[in-house]
């Protein structure tokens, strides 16, 4: 070659100067001449070194002020010598235009990344000299060699792309095509062993801090190498790709295994029409030599690469059996299901290399699998859905679950209850358990980054309840409910009872009377928790509220699906429950926690059911009363009690609260006289007496619940004589000594007045002089407040109250 060269640069410098009508005819036989498979590649690297000889010079005459970036990457079209030489290239056969591609990317990999700069007491350059070689680094600049190396891979991207090119090797048969394989495979490899050299050039000057300008011209160098390749691979047919991956994929080095899985990758997933069925056979072959990959990559020897290469390998190998799977598992099940199978081994073993990542893929391979192969994975369920769940409880007790592992988790359980949830029974409970306390800790984070993963939970709540049927997951709810409460995670029953929630919202109502027993059981189950922890400190009372009220939701939302015939004996034997003897009196707070969810849900329906609860309430009312218990029994008649219903005031003014908001529902929506004189009466005492109560005095929440309790009783009885008992009553809290019940009285008599409009005006006569002595009173606070209730008074009536006066 060395004695060649020479001679070839001579032509190379006068190949513009041949007519043109000879030019390309000349230079084919030329290299026919001397052989293109052997010296093709060499006279075009001679072309090229001219070219960036005569061209360079030009361009720094033309522009000396550019930067050197820019004059390296200035003009991405070719010039008229390298036009001229991909005149000469395509002439030749498929097989020397593609050994040619190789040969150029090799010697380009086997010139150095840089020319150190040379001392200036050097000696001048030998010019002179004749030169065997195509290009000498030791007569050329460090530009010039980029200059080089940026137009050669030019050529060789434009090469390939040339549309003759292309032609030329899609008009090849069979035979010829299949022989092509082994240049492919080279030249494939020769260009990733060269994007890997420049990755690793443009890491090393970002860690430098390289001027900017640097890795601009190498990151250039990365796409054109890339445009190389993706020429290449466009060249192939599937068949070909099918038998070069195939081949690839065992390559000593690391790197080219990478790229190759990858490009398989980008092919079975975006271009999916790319294989059809006639590259099924050669697709499948693919699998045995990536489930090798998998499992031996690790232990292989004589490869070249790092650990963290394996590690993607083996990810990258996951990612393509899950595309294949995709679209063989029609075609060849028994072979789809053999690699699942390779795959439980590799999940039993996943401790020979424990990594996080590498086994995340696993379980992201294994759902994927499983939701193609449908009712033909079955015998594989006891193999791996303990070990997932095993996983994911692991993963909770870290504290910090919100990982890539945790995620393929949830991932392959969408899968597996998309498409095996009747098959799952075995393990739903621990299932259910480990995912309840993931949702719990999500909602609890609130990152908007996990919203993924919790849209995902959501999707497996549906999928569950669509799929199975109430008698079936509704032992399984229970059970898991049991778990959660004895392992103290009270946190994770909201989203359990969401799940009871979605199950109810998708019931028919014909079907509860299938599991009238167990739901019942559940519910007081449930409901009892509050009797059984609020008087330890097991748990705060903030999360024993929290509990319940999940619980209470999931109720409503099943009474909302049933008629009144299969909801009463329901509600009843809840009812019943509360007024059973018991220990404890929190039933009573449950019961009417309950019962005011009820009655917001049901509305004027509920009053259906609201009978026997007044008396209930009256009782309660005066047992949560301060202003009753004992010497401050008031009159000392039939209301006065001993005690408070509760030792800890706070809990008589939580049970306060239900009770008041389930009487505040009744009377609100009551369309049916439900409140009739009799209960008018029963009530009026209990809920006026606790303007005086001592507990709510300064509870906001409550004092409103009070008035607009009053007030909405007058509006619910429209009798005007019942009006003046009420309006009496509420008048005379005004006088007691309490100037916070003066004010709390007041506020009342004016929520009724604005409740009752202008048929508040008959009461007024007997109203004024309460608030008269208000007027001067000596709490000044009380004498701003009645001038302002005045007001209203006077605005909901249209009288002018300033007449009374």
């Not at 070839?8 to 293109?36: A, C, N, W």
């Not at 004024?768 to 009536?797: Q, W, Y």
Request: net charge negative; aromatic share 8%.
């Amino acid at each position: 070659m060395e004695q060649v060269v020479p001679i070839l640069k001579i032509f190379s410098d006068i190949i513009l100067d041949v007519p043109e009508h000879r030019r390309i005819l000349l230079y084919v036989k030329l290299l026919q001449t001397l052989g293109p498979a052997e010296y093709l590649w060499v006279f075009l690297g001679v072309l090229i070194e001219s070219d960036v000889m005569k061209g360079g010079q030009k361009a720094e005459r033309r522009n000396p002020a550019k930067s050197r970036a820019d004059a390296e990457l200035a003009g991405s079209e070719l010039s008229k010598r390298m036009e001229v030489a991909l005149l000469i290239a395509r002439e030749f056969e498929p097989t020397v235009i593609i050994q040619t591609c190789t040969y150029l990317v090799d010697y380009l990999r086997d010139l150095p990344m840089e020319i150190e700069k040379r001392k200036s007491d050097l000696g001048p350059m030998e010019l002179d000299v004749v030169d065997g070689s195509i290009f000498n680094v030791k007569t050329h600049t460090g530009r010039q060699l980029k200059h080089f190396k940026y137009s050669l891979v030019q050529f060789v991207g434009g090469l390939l792309s040339t549309v003759f090119v292309i032609n030329k090797i899609a008009q090849l048969n069979e035979e010829e095509t299949l022989g092509m394989k082994k240049y492919y495979q080279n030249l494939i490899v020769g260009i990733l062993t060269y994007v890997n050299a420049v990755s690793k050039m443009l890491d090393k000057l970002k860690e430098d801090g390289s001027d900017e300008k640097i890795p601009l011209y190498w990151r250039a160098m990365l796409n054109n190498c890339y445009d190389i390749l993706e020429s290449t691979i466009s060249l192939l047919s599937a068949d070909t790709l099918i038998i070069v991956v195939h081949g690839l994929l065992k390559h000593r080095f690391l790197m080219v295994r990478r790229k190759v899985i990858e490009l398989l990758n980008n092919k079975l997933q975006y271009k999916q029409d790319y294989f059809n069925d006639s590259h099924y056979p050669g697709l499948l072959k693919l699998f045995d030599p990536l489930v090798e990959l998998v499992q031996g990559l690790y232990e292989e020897q004589h490869v070249v690469g790092t650990a963290f290469e394996r590690m993607v390998i083996v990810q990258l190998s996951y990612i393509a059996v899950r595309h294949l799977s995709k679209i063989l598992t029609q075609y060849d099940t028994k072979k789809v299901q053999s690699v699942l199978a390779a795959l439980m081994e590799e999940l039993h073993g996943y401790k020979r290399n424990p990594n996080t990542q590498i086994l995340s893929s696993l379980i992201l391979c294994i759902g994927e699998l499983c939701s193609h192969l449908g009712p033909y994975s079955i015998n594989f369920l006891p193999r791996f859905m303990p070990m997932v769940s095993k996983f994911l409880h692991a993963q909770l007790q870290s504290g910090e679950p919100f990982d890539i592992l945790t995620s393929s988790i949830v991932l392959l359980t969408v899968k597996i209850v998309d498409t095996l949830a009747r098959f799952i029974s075995p393990y739903l409970r621990s299932m259910l358990v480990g995912l309840a306390r993931l949702y719990a800790m999500i909602e609890q984070k609130k990152d908007p980054r996990l919203g993924n993963m919790l849209s995902r939970l959501v999707l497996i709540w549906d999928s569950l309840t669509t799929t199975l049927t109430p008698r079936v997951l509704l032992p399984a709810i229970e059970e898991c409910y049991h778990t959660l409460i004895g392992e103290g995670e009270l946190s994770a029953i909201g989203p359990l009872m969401g799940l009871l929630s979605t199950m109810f919202g998708k019931m028919k109502s014909s079907s509860f009377d299938a599991i009238r027993s167990e739901v019942t059981e559940l519910f007081l189950t449930a409901l009892q928790f509050r009797c059984y922890n609020s008087a330890t400190d097991t748990y705060t009372l903030d999360a024993i509220d929290a509990a319940e009220a999940h619980v209470i939701k999931a109720f409503v939302v099943l009474i909302l699906k049933l008629s009144e015939s299969t909801f009463r004996p329901l509600f009843y034997q809840v009812f019943e429950w509360s007024i059973r003897e018991s220990s404890s009196n929190d039933r009573a707070i449950t019961f009417f926690n309950l019962c005011c969810h009820v009655a917001e849900a049901l509305k004027s329906l509920f009053v259906l059911f609201a009978s026997d609860l007044v008396a209930i309430a009256v009782k309660l009312l005066n047992a949560t009363n301060s202003a009753k218990v004992g010497e401050h029994g008031g009159d000392g008649g039939d209301d006065a009690v001993t005690e408070l219903h509760f030792e800890v005031e706070s809990k008589n003014v939580t049970l306060l609260r239900y009770v008041l908001k389930t009487l505040y529902s009744i009377v609100l929506y009551d369309n049916q006289n439900f409140i009739n004189a009799v209960r008018f009466d029963m009530l009026l005492g209990p809920v006026s007496d606790h303007l005086e109560n001592g507990l709510i005095v300064r509870v906001p929440e409550v004092r409103t619940l009070v008035i607009d309790c009053l007030a909405q009783m007058a509006v619910a009885v429209m009798d005007d004589s019942l009006w003046r008992q009420l309006n009496y009553q509420v008048l005379m809290k005004t006088r007691n000594n309490d100037a916070q019940v003066r004010l709390f009285a007041l506020e009342a008599c004016t929520e009724i007045a604005r409740k009752l409009g202008e048929s508040y005006a008959p009461l007024l006569p007997e109203t004024i002089p309460f608030l008269a002595e208000l007027m001067e009173d000596d709490n000044e606070d009380v004498e701003k407040a009645v001038h302002h209730s005045c007001r209203e008074i006077g605005r909901a009536t249209g009288e002018d109250l300033q007449k009374y006066f």
